[in-house]
T-cell receptor
Framework: GQQLNQSPQSMFIQEGEDVSMNCTSSSIFNTWLWYKQDPGEGPVLLIALYKAGELTSNGRLTAQFGITRKDSFLNISASIPSDVGIYFC??????????????FGKGTKLSVIP | DTEVTQTPKHLVMGMTNKKSLKCEQHMGHRAMYWYKQKAKKPPELMFVYSYEKLSINESVPSRFSPECPNSSLLNLHLHALQPEDSALYLCASSRPASDEQFFGPGTRLTVL
């Protein structure tokens, strides 16, 4: 099946620093989603991307849908302690929206040092 | 109402018990999902209901039995589980033809 390579696996940063993480695939995706999950909670949708080249912001978060449709990145600017958590990318491969089956990356665990 | 709710938050059960997990959403979403998530892993899809009909079963063992009584409710009935079934069980929902899935807070299940 489809696989997403998400990197880095984990990162430790100082409060106030910018963060970047990305997901790549060997095949084309029609949709890219970015989620954040706090310990013991469900994932929260941060940003959804639907068009190649699309750049979308949500507060301090910015995500882009790669031109090749095989990658996406998420940037967090001026990190704060509440940014701590696991960030998952997820994609909808191939044939179009609404086929229900998302492919998830393995997650990036972010730690912020005050 | 813009959230997915799940009950209970935590559940401990023995291998001979029967229990149920419940999920509710009032966003008018017509697709609902059950996922299983082990520690430090991404969610794994178990079941999908579309318009109250089971549309995807990802080869889940029969000791997990889903039910969708109406468009707002989703249940997962558990029977004769194994310790390896201990995990966070997540419910999600989405609008028709949308890939944006909204997750509930999960039920932390421990099987003794």
């Amino acid at each position: 099946g489809q696989q997403l390579n998400q990197s880095p696996q984990s990162m430790f940063i100082q409060e106030g620093e910018d963060v970047s993480m990305n997901c790549t695939s060997s095949s084309i995706f029609n949709t890219w989603l970015w989620y954040k999950q706090d310990p013991g909670e469900g994932p929260v949708l941060l940003i959804a991307l639907y068009k190649a080249g699309e750049l979308t912001s949500n507060g301090r978060l910015t995500a882009q849908f790669g031109i090749t449709r095989k990658d996406s990145f998420l940037n967090i600017s001026a990190s704060i302690p509440s940014d701590v958590g696991i960030y998952f990318c997820a994609g909808q491969p191939g044939s179009g929206a609404g086929s229900y089956q998302l492919t998830f990356g393995k997650g990036t665990k972010l730690s912020v040092i005050p | 109402d813009t959230e997915v709710t799940q009950t209970p938050k935590h559940l401990v059960m023995g291998m001979t018990n029967k229990k149920s997990l419940k999920c509710e959403q009032h966003m008018g979403h017509r697709a609902m999902y059950w996922y299983k998530q082990k520690a430090k892993k991404p969610p794994e899809l178990m079941f999908v209901y579309s318009y109250e009909k089971l549309s995807i079963n990802e080869s889940v063992p029969s000791r997990f039995s889903p039910e969708c009584p109406n468009s707002s409710l989703l249940n997962l009935h558990l029977h004769a589980l194994q310790p390896e079934d201990s995990a966070l069980y997540l419910c999600a929902s989405s609008r028709p033809a949308s890939d944006e899935q909204f997750f509930g807070p999960g039920t932390r299940l421990t099987v003794l």
